[in-house]
């Protein structure tokens, strides 16, 4: 009797990687993907499968090599679906990386002297100084900008060799054409990088001397703001019938009524509202904590958000894309955006560039208009500073009208 040396039950590495595709389709189901979307991401991935059946790729080591290949030349889905199909098979590989079913890693970026020292340096701003990862995100471009530009342009390779000319002609080479904001943020994101290479001991001295000045008028206009009909408009634009209105309209409450800035907005936790004691913890700047009454309004429009549309998630933030993948807001950019639309929904023309901070400086007037002084102001608004909160004297009508003086008319003051 001849025996067959193959056992049956034994399970190939392609048996495997096909066996994956279920519960890689039920974790972008339950990412809140369309159906239709899901029908083709599922598609894409068993034809893949097949494909590399068919070419008796037997092994594990899959690799995006494999997908860019099979999308040049095996791929069967239209135009439209290509672009799904990618996504899909490169999500697919992660899963796979994921559950440890393949042993082959992306391919990852050469570790230069840029990155590493780009890493040191955010490990420096953040364990040292304190920063929140909101600020690394402003300090952190100077290091490549200044370290191709000292190559390309000076052929520097040692920032041993660095003296304050060069460093002037790379800050007026970047200043060029740009608004004055930006100038001051280069120059001090510069000297803090400077200062981080002499502690450091890259540098024989401190060249932050060498970094000019900016200046910078103190607070030099008036405050933007929304009349109390621009904002009634505003608040009534989004459409509360769909899952992006209700969302928007909760998040809209919340700046116009608590004035909270964009972060304290994303930053939202679920266990940072108290439905008992009606009350709602605002993760400010600097790890500032600060548990605010939570109005009946913003309470109610939050809690039908929750129970209609957010769903349950992995994630405690509150707000989140209202498409798949359903992933928290990221980034201030994204409360602006909201804003901006529903100014233009509105009919509402303000300007953009601060856009969600209007709510802030309506609030601030408001209270002005009801007799507040600019200490109960730095109160609600959380400022750290209380020369921050002095700009809003420039709307405080009822003082400056106090100490205003008559304009001169023919023959003297009348």
Known sequence: MKHNDQNPNRRTPCDVIASQIEPFMASLEAAGYAANTLCTKRVALRDFVSWRQRLKCRSAGLDESEVTEFMARACRLGPKRRCLASTALLGFLQHLRRRKVISTRATKPPETAALLLTRRYADFLRNEKGLAELSLRAYLPVVPELLHYLKKRHGITSLRTLDARVLRAFLFKRAQDRSSEYVRLLATSLRSFLRFLHVQGEIRHDLTAAIPTVRRWAQPGVPKKLTSEEVDRVLAAPDRATATGRRDYAILLLLARLGLRSSEVLSLELGDIRWRTGEVLIRGKGSRRDLLPLPRDIGASIARYLRLDRGIRPTQRVFL??????????????????????????GVARPTHIAAHLFRHTLASRMLQQGADLRDISEALRHRAPSTTEIYAKIDMRSLNDVVRPWPAQGGAQ
């Not at 798949?324 to 994204?334: E, F, I, K, Q």
């Not at 409360?335 to 233009?344: K, N, P, W, Y």
């Open 321 to 346: 894309r209202t498409y798949a993948p359903r992933v928290p807001l990221t980034g201030p950019a994204s409360i602006g955006h909201i804003v901006r639309r529903t100014l233009a929904q509105a």
